[in-house]
């Protein structure tokens, strides 16, 4: 359980590095944009879920649809007494998150802006990159924005800050003898040195910090075993902060050399959580498109799975995989679970034997037909409001959504497998697909489209430069120039392990995956959209593009949001992007 004592932005749920989504016409009948944007606005969300640790309990945060501007409530269901009422027991009053149970289950410590909007407060109840970066002015120098450890005394409200103030802490868990902090963290700007952090041990009482391992690759999730022997976490290539994925790994807590308990796995840890006695880790995978639950066995390796299937759960609000919040008894668990089939509910029982708790959104059924499915992946889950994908296949288009080399849910080889590789091994792999589903069904291969956003913006870009197989694409905050991007964007150090050297040492590297260094092969009418005020893509990277498709007389149109960063937020904007869309598609592929 973890309590956020830290000023830090919302980090929404948009991967830096996403797939790309390929659109094909099909004979059916068709859905107006407004119904399907409307049935997805009208479902009732949960950001997280938390059991209590002696499994009694569970609190979820779900959203308020009445109460609109992002309103969420905490909810609490009693597990032991199935008939009882649920109980609100926040008031929603504004957007509420991280809850977490006091050891003895009595209490329930969470974030909330509702006394000032923006401004998240701690409450105790008994029983960033991703948003519009600041624009510079004047002299321009890096800020930091601090993320400091502090612990806050629940009787009197006294806060005390821990960890330096140079430090930024990522993640964070407490040692079960109270005395200790493990994190990972690191010096200087949070979003861009995430990819640098090093995992440490920082004590409680005087704040000294000890670097206990620097790893070659990102990190996650740490985790004190129970006997505070040990710190398990996730070590694997991630693009961006809350995309986990990669192999366990478990290192004593005195230091020393971390073993990977997971090497050769075929999938991808994403969240994990220890067994009572310290012998096994229980974790939550990506594998092959679906959803797992599994156990390690810290002694000799063996891998026990519980669970798997065509569905997404989570538990925290923090990450874009899967996660799981787990009772003290290691055995007692709870979940958000939905799927392309089934909306989200809340649901808790034994690891992997979930019953459902919540019914608020039994009344919704999918308008679309049956679906199946770098540093991410697309798993089978039940669509957020403004959602593209689900829009097209709403009106009759066949929608694919590939998980290309470079994505989560295969193991590490393959994760690894696009460095300094990009939009060659993957594009194949896209292109593959495509194929496939052409020779298996009936889409008409002459009206086939392509879109994504993000790292699927850039795939998008690089797509319609490779081939002229696209009628249409829609390139949303897409990456043209990498050699240019590396001077532009926030969180220049994540392109470090993906290209294997800095552009100043290997601008080959960069030149060989830009979309604008073949740009003069383009013959497919494209779509550009960003935000204004993205960090991730920065908007020169679209306009670049543009601009090379209009000089070039190729049938083009470019929309730059206004206030907004690599994850749009206002509803007007995000509800623009799908229509837009949508009628490009349509006036070209129809």
Request: charged share 20%.
């Amino acid at each position: 359980m973890k309590i956020r004592l830290v000023d830090r932005g919302v980090k929404l749920l948009a991967a830096a590095l996403c797939a790309a989504a390929l659109c094909a016409s099909a004979e059916r009948a068709e859905t107006s944009v407004e119904q399907v944007l409307n049935s997805l606005a009208a479902v009732r969300e949960f950001s997280q879920v938390a059991i209590s640790p002696d499994g009694a309990r569970i609190a979820w945060v779900e959203s308020l649809r009445d109460k609109g501007g992002g309103n969420s409530a905490i909810y609490i269901a009693d597990l032991r007494n199935p008939s009882a009422a649920l109980r609100r027991i926040s008031a929603g009053a504004g957007a509420e998150l991280d809850v977490a149970w006091s050891p003895d289950g009595r209490r329930l410590a969470f974030l909330s802006d509702a006394a000032k909007k923006g401004q998240r407060q701690l409450y105790v109840a008994e029983a960033g990159p991703l948003q519009p970066m600041s624009k510079d002015a004047g002299v321009v120098e890096q800020r930091i924005y601090e993320q400091r450890l502090a612990v806050v005394d629940a009787a009197s409200g006294r806060v005390r800050q821990i960890s330096p103030a140079d430090l930024y802490v990522y993640e964070y868990d407490w040692s079960p003898d109270g005395k200790n902090f493990t994190a990972t963290a690191a010096p200087g700007a949070g979003d861009t040195n995430w990819y640098l952090a090093e995992l440490s041990v920082i004590s409680a009482a005087t704040g000294e910090t000890r670097s206990i391992f620097k790893p070659s690759l990102q990190i996650a999730v740490p985790r004190w075993s129970p006997d505070g022997q040990a710190i398990a976490f996730i070590s694997g290539l991630m693009s961006d902060e809350g995309s986990t994925g990669g192999d366990v790994f478990v290192i004593p807590a005195s230091g020393g050399e971390p073993r990977n308990l997971t090497p050769g796995m075929n999938a991808s840890a994403s969240w994990l959580g220890w067994l009572p006695s310290s012998t096994a880790v229980l974790f939550a995978e990506e594998v092959d498109g679906a959803a797992g639950l599994a156990g390690v066995d810290v002694a000799d390796g063996n891998i026990s799975t519980f669970f798997t299937g065509p569905e997404t759960f989570t538990a925290s609000p923090d990450l874009w995989g899967l996660s799981f919040s787990l009772a003290r008894d290691g055995k007692t668990s709870a979940v958000i679970r939905h799927s392309f089939s089934r909306p989200p509910e809340v649901w808790a029982g034994p690891v992997g034997e979930w019953k459902q708790i919540t019914r608020a959104n039994q009344s919704l059924s999918p308008l679309w037909g049956e679906h199946g499915g770098p540093s991410g992946a697309v798993l089978p889950d039940w669509p957020r409001a403004y959602n593209l994908a689900m829009t097209l296949a709403s009106r009759g288009y066949f929608v694919f959504l590939p998980n290309p080399r470079g994505s989560f849910g295969q193991g590490e080889t393959f994760t690894q497998a696009n460095v300094r590789d990009f939009g060659y091994g993957d594009f194949r792999d896209i292109m593959t697909g495509v194929d496939e589903l052409i020779e298996q069904f009936p889409v008409d291969e002459n009206k086939v489209g392509v879109t994504g956003w993000s790292y699927g913006g850039y795939m998008t870009m690089w797509a319609v430069t490779q081939t002229t197989r696209f009628r249409a694409a829609v390139a949303g905050a897409g990456i043209a120039n990498w050699q240019s991007y590396y001077g532009e964007n926030d969180i220049d150090q994540w392109m470090i392990p993906f290209f294997g050297a800095s552009v100043y040492d290997d601008p080959d590297a960069y030149a060989k995956s830009s979309p604008i260094n073949f740009i003069k092969n383009v013959k497919t009418p494209t779509l550009v959209l960003v935000g204004d005020s993205d960090g991730e893509c920065p908007p020169p990277q679209s306009y670049e593009f543009w601009h090379a498709l209009k000089t070039l007389g190729v049938e083009t149109q470019f929309v730059l949001y206004p206030n907004e960063g690599h994850a749009f937020l206002q509803p007007e904007h995000k509800r623009d992007v799908v229509q837009r869309a949508v009628a490009w598609f349509d006036r070209h592929l129809r």
